[in-house]
């Protein structure tokens, strides 16, 4: 039988969690692009901008600085770094699709 541990379980807990908010992030971030009214009716420089803040705030940035919090604040509770940084972890693991996508946008270097 197996013995699940609170560790592994604070574990799955902070990825399953990173994971899924990034998922909504995503999908949040798709419905205001292409689905909102509100994003439809903004003159052009606005949907720039907008777009423009959605495409540079990614949520593996997120997951990056829980786990650099926790790597810079060595007092926080065993329980909360563990599920922080598995926290992260899933946040970022979430995001990698957008940097399949973006890696694929970037232009070719010539030479």
Known sequence: MMDITPLF???VLGFGIGLLAGESFA????????????YKKLAPF?????AGLLDI???WQYGAVLILF??????TPDAWGILLTWLGIGLIVSDWKDWEYI??????SAG
């Open 9 to 11: 379980l604070l574990q």
């Open 27 to 38: 999908r949040f971030d798709y419905m205001i692009k292409h689905k909102s009214e509100w």
């Open 46 to 50: 606005w949907k720039w901008f907008v």
């Open 57 to 59: 705030l990614h949520h």
């Open 70 to 75: 926790v790597q810079l604040y060595p007092n």
């Open 103 to 108: 890696i694929k946008r970037m232009p070719r």
